[in-house]
């Protein structure tokens, strides 16, 4: 059994200017997945603490994960999504990344006014 774990911080007025100031939207499609958009669009007034946080979530999953990936560069942003389960718990599904032995895979977000925050720690069998 091995364990690693993931973590990462940003700020959200970083993410609110990258999507504020694409008019295109490249930035947003490019990141997060259509169900992301969804739920963070829904989120009106905090809706930037939710992408902060679903980026951190990115970030913090390629971390856990970096160490048993054969090829970094051929994972993208989408190949990594954050849903929500029925009770409202975050959870991370995988597409498009080839890793064997994984158990397991626990998150937490956070954020506040300023900040989001991702810990993401895998299991392997």
């Not at 200017?17 to 669009?41: A, G, L, Q």
Request: hydrophobic share 35%; proline share 2%; glycine share 4%.
């Amino acid at each position: 059994m091995n364990i690693k774990c993931g973590v990462d911080i940003i700020e959200i007025s970083r993410i609110k200017e990258s999507i504020e100031e694409d008019k295109e939207e490249r930035f947003k499609n490019r990141v997060f997945t259509p169900k992301e958009i969804e739920y963070c669009e829904s989120k009106k007034k905090q809706k930037y603490q939710h992408y902060a946080a679903r980026f951190a979530v990115k970030e913090a999953t390629f971390k856990a994960l970096s160490e048993n990936i054969p090829d970094k560069y051929g994972i993208e942003w989408k190949n990594i999504e954050t849903i929500n389960d029925e009770k409202g718990r975050p959870q991370i599904i995988l597409t498009g990344i080839d890793i064997k032995n994984i158990e397991s895979i626990d998150l937490s977000i956070s954020h506040c006014k300023e900040y989001a925050i991702a810990n993401v720690v895998v299991l392997y069998k």
